[in-house]
């Protein structure tokens, strides 16, 4: 069974940073891509950034040069680095797992918010 777990929200002032961890068993090489996804409210989840099994990475040109996507092989974790945060960074941010014909998996979501 697919359990992925965030941590690592919270509110932050404009400029700031926030970590979040996306804790997934079974093994993260159980899945072809982990991502970072987030809403805010009254609009649609949208894609944040994405890294495949290979390793290759990829986000949202809006947050391009701000937030970075890596994972930790060994603690079966992947973790989305969010420098220079604006208010419209403020959702929250749920982590996806797919695995290619077999469906897609979420976390429970973690909530960031940032002050102007």
């Not at 891509?33 to 809006?62: F, H």
Request: aromatic share 8%; with cysteine; net charge positive.
């Amino acid at each position: 069974q697919v359990q992925l777990v965030e941590s690592g929200g919270g509110l932050v002032q404009t400029g700031g940073s926030l970590s979040l961890s996306c804790a997934a068993s079974p093994s993260i090489f159980s899945f072809n891509v982990m991502g970072w996804y987030r809403q805010a409210p009254g609009k649609q989840r949208e894609l944040v950034a994405i890294i495949t099994r290979g390793g290759s990475t990829n986000c949202a040109d809006s947050v391009k040069g701000r937030f970075t996507i890596s994972r930790d092989n060994a603690k079966n974790t992947v973790y989305l680095q969010m420098n220079c945060l604006k208010p419209e960074d403020t959702g929250v941010y749920y982590c996806n797992a797919k695995t290619f014909g077999a469906g897609e998996s979420w976390g429970q979501g973690t909530q960031v918010t940032v002050s102007s």
